[in-house]
């Protein structure tokens, strides 16, 4: 077998280069047209933004250290890292959306260095093969979901990103054969799990399951076999170690990651978010957890282009019949635990959301590449079969930019809902108006119904990005899910500054208990607010009209 030659591994790196560029203007472009003009969506964005705003704030005012300990201080139930690395950048930026979503985008193009880097290592992998891994990542649907995609600040993007780069630092080590990678992997796991806690638990299933599988090759072998079991083992022990450090965080933030998923996601509204996506009974928790992550994350292009890889391969294996391949045993394991773990965590939960299916591409990719490379056997035996692996792998790179780009330059849901957004930003500005000519600090907000556009971070953080006020605005509804009791409800209007009712109802039933329980209440909170409260006007929500009110001044 011939070595393949350097510059066709140079030449990778300068398409990736040119890649990378492509995709940075098309993300640029498609924050400015679709992003930025509109307040955050789907809510759990909202309270990383703030937390990272505060935290720079606290920085030019006190110091970086003291900004850097606000930062991983401020409450929290997703993780902190992303609130502590926007924080640091907003440093260069100042406080602006689009350098927070760069950050998102940066995770992006580094695990795709990363995973080309480790591809061309030591020319294990032809170039051609690497090109096609990176392709696969560049054309995974995950970066463009307006929830939980590159777009939107929470840490679900970010996650995949670190859970990607550990499983690929995994692999490379030869599952943990090499201590170096090792414990680079183990760095990249408590990343990941800084930046979403919850992935904690898919660590904690893979280093078990690992140990085990680990512990019995060891026992069962003897000889070399039974070293390298011996040394994967204790590799693997170093860079489990490595979440310790997550450890402090954890415990400073636990009442807030109990708040908001024991007594909360996972708790009574489980039921209610599994209803929200159609998810009834085991087999259904199945199919959607694997339609999430083949249909909405992997995407029905990348998945075919993998296809077409393995076949072409397996062809070339068939015409090829005296070539060997290396055992994948080992790495087929480690994918394996990294893709059952999660996958199987999720469909154990009877709360489901298609956004966290997403760590699971990573895995997905990295099976499809391990069944190419074992078809294609050890590597082209000559420049010509170089060549046209290098171009089969330019073209899919090609492709996967192609269709990535065609969805960044295109329209989103945000735009057909931009006459409903700017009105409720309209409404922000009104709160904020009112709240100045009557001196209202703090601002008590209280809404009939969960509406990203009307909680009260939403109205803190529009004002921010739009006019630099910061408005101290807080809830008293609206923002947790669960029902409420009638006497609860009313206590929370009376307690409120401004309050949010709907006029005229949503077409589509909500899923939400507090929604239907407001719903029966608001011929009584209608009349409450007409006594106690001053109108200021209609307004138009997503699905609603919508009536402002704000409590009447005492003389």
Known sequence: MRAERPRLRLAAWLLLATAVLVQCW?????????VLW???????????????????????????????????????????????????????????????????????????????????????????????GVAALVGVRSPRWIMGGAADFRPDFAALCCFAAFVALAAASDTFASRGLALCAGGAAALCVATRFLTLAYFAGIFAALSVWLVWRWRAQTGPPAALAARRLGNLGLAASLLVMDLPLLLLHRHDVAEHYLRGILGPLAGMRAAQVGVAGPLGGIAHTVRSAVTAHLGFETASMLGVALAGALAWRLYRRPRTSASAEAPLALLLTSLAVPAAAQIALTSKSPVVANVLVGPLIGLALVAIGWAAGRGPES?????????????????????????LLGATPLTAARGALLEEQRLHDRIAQVSRERAVDPVWIAVDHVSQGLVSGTVK????????LWLDARPRSGYASGPVARDEAIAQVRASDFVVLTRAPAHVPSHQPFDRDLERLRPELAALCGREFDALGAFRSLGREVELYVRTARP
């Open 461 to 468: 953080v529009s004002l921010y990005e739009r006019t630099g």
């Open 38 to 132: 509109a307040h955050p969506q789907h809510f759990d964005q909202v309270p990383t933004l703030l937390n990272a705003y505060d935290a720079q704030a606290f920085m030019r005012a006190y110091g970086p250290w003291d900004g850097l300990v606000r930062a991983l201080e401020l409450p929290t139930f997703n993780g902190v890292a992303l609130q502590v690395e926007a924080a640091l950048l907003f440093r260069l930026t100042g406080p602006r959306r689009w350098a927070a979503l760069a950050i998102n985008w940066a995770h992006f193009m580094a695990l795709q260095a990363l995973v080309l880097g480790l591809l061309l290592r030591r020319g294990r992998v032809p170039a051609g093969l690497a090109l096609l």
């Open 383 to 407: 420049e010509p079969q170089s060549r046209l692996l290098f171009a089969a792998g330019t073209l899919a790179l090609a492709f996967a930019l192609y269709r990535q780009g065609e969805y």
């Open 26 to 34: 098309a993300f640029r472009e498609f924050v400015r047209g679709e």
